[in-house]
């Protein structure tokens, strides 16, 4: 039975393919490429001569015939425009219909910008949530944002230049001021990768220009005051003095951010026999 391929290729340097990639791309009867020209290149690089056929987002539902047709009679190759398919990219109702008609799907993994940001962001990497390009309009864009506003794992975000400016005014209103890798052409010759505040990544790409991914710090975890001995030293003195609890307790409770239910308890906990 024919294989479908779902090959990743290189996101910028064409270095970035793997010799397996390399073998199937050779083997296989037909490339399904969503950017014949760019997959043009590759393949002209390495001197591979199978044929292509184009397969881009607004012919993807009319090529979906002629490509499983392909299929019945040898193998073929599912190629994006750049890294993995599917991810972002075309090649979802392909892959589910081969699936749904038993056809073999196979993986043959390579680069990857979302991976590649990750890997240099400096934030964590045990986990992640990936929302590909975010709306064109500013509510739509806030509305995703917020369903992740308190998720402690690192954001990661695809975006062109001409909307990276308003993305990055949305993720500010929205998340804050959080640390942020605004990765930039990656693996290509102006490769970028800044690391700072979101107001700071907003005051640096005045005119961005080339392909984005941000990588975007998650929610912190709150941690609640503890009670120190100088605290506890405070309390007991304002006792001695007079002070009455609740007054006492309000004040340090403003002044620490400790809740006063704790401190209500180290008040009784020192007071005298």
Known sequence: MSTLYV???????????????????????LIAAEDTRKTKRLLNAYNIKTPMTSYYEHNKL??????????????????????????????????KTAKERNIPVVPVPGASAVISA??????????????????????ERKKI??????????GIILEAPHRLAATLKSILETLGDRKI??????????????????????????????EFTLVIEG?????????????????????ESGIPAREAIAKVSKETGISRKVLYRTWLKKKPI
């Open 145 to 154: 944002l917020n369903s992740v506003k308190s998720d402690p794992g690192t």
């Open 7 to 29: 090959v990743a290729t290189p996101i910028g340097n064409l270095e970035d393919i793997s010799l397996r990639a390399l073998r199937i791309l050779r083997e296989v009867k």
């Open 62 to 95: 009319i090529k979906l015939d002629y490509i499983l047709e392909c299929l019945g009679e040898g193998d073929v190759a599912l190629v994006s425009e750049a890294g993995t398919p599917g991810i972002s990219d075309p090649g979802y109702e392909l892959i």
């Open 118 to 139: 990750l890997s240099v962001s400096g934030l964590p990497l045990d986990r992640f949530t990936y929302l590909g390009f975010l709306p064109r309009k500013v509510n």
């Open 219 to 239: 929610e912190i975890e709150k941690t609640e005051p503890q009670v120190t001995e100088d605290i506890e030293g405070q309390l007991h003195t304002m006792r």
């Open 181 to 210: 890798a605004v990765c930039r052409e990656l693996t290509k010759m102006h490769e970028e990768v800044f690391t700072g505040t979101i107001s700071e990544a907003i005051d640096h790409f005045t005119e961005p220009r080339g």
